[in-house]
């Protein structure tokens, strides 16, 4: 999937656009409105991700500018004004779907992703299973267990999300900006080492199980099913 990504604050672009990209999706970015409508009019895209709030033109007139000119590529609008007003204009003046700041990554692919099915240009996904496992590993979503094979494994809350990330996306490289911005929000530092502590303590505590976090550099982190059987 081919994503434009219009957002003038550096550092959100900047996240955004790694945890994108580490999903396998194509992501250009542009920082004005002025390129934005200069990229769009010289490439197509999926999906847009158009922040409302921009220098020079605004996001309210590129979108406006777009369905003059009768384009219809999805709009997914991103503000920091969150009052029904404020989506409710966004959504009249053309866009598809609104998402206030801030906001939570696997929110925003939930978003992205609709989008694209709707205008057919993305597969449906299975619903997660009532208890996630993979190779001795497994998650009870309704009781919250972490299970080793036969053994519990107390977690924390937080210990417990990045076992369920892990378990939802078996053999999957993860991102750090991945985990981060599911785990604590697109607002946290992408420099902090939290993700990397976090990984450290979950092998301690999962045991054998943890053998099969695998480090894979340059990317993130993955669960690889190995283990005890």
């Known amino acids: ?122 597969a449906e996904t299975a619903a997660s299973p009532e208890v996630l496992t993979s190779g001795a590993l497994s998650f009870d979503t309704g009781s919250l267990e972490v299970r080793c094979g036969d053994t519990p494994i107390n977690l924390t809350p937080k210990e417990r999300d990045l076992v369920k990330l892990f378990l939802s996306s078996p053999r999957k490289i993860l991102s750090r900006e991945r985990i981060l911005s599911t785990l604590w929000g697109i607002s946290q530092d992408p420099q902090t080492n939290v993700v990397d502590v976090y990984i450290g303590r979950l092998r301690k505590k999962l045991g054998p199980c943890g053998e099969s976090i695998e480090t894979v550099r340059g990317a993130g982190y993955r669960y690889t099913e190995n283990g005890p059987g």
Request: proline share 3%.
């Open 1 to 122: 999937m081919n994503i434009l990504l219009v957002e003038d604050e550096a550092r959100v672009a900047d996240f955004v656009q790694r945890g994108l990209k580490a999903e396998g999706w194509s992501v250009s970015v542009a920082s004005t409105g002025e390129s934005a409508l200069v990229m769009i009019a010289d490439a197509g895209f999926d999906v847009i991700v158009l922040d409302l709030m921009l220098p020079g033109i605004s996001g309210q007139d590129v979108c406006r500018r777009l369905r003059a000119k009768k384009n219809r590529t999805p709009i997914l609008m991103l503000s920091a004004l969150a009052d029904v007003e404020d989506r409710v204009a966004g959504l009249r003046m053309g866009a598809d779907d609104y998402l206030p700041k801030p906001f939570d990554f696997d929110e925003l692919m939930a978003r992205i992703e609709a989008l694209a099915r709707r205008s057919g240009g993305f």
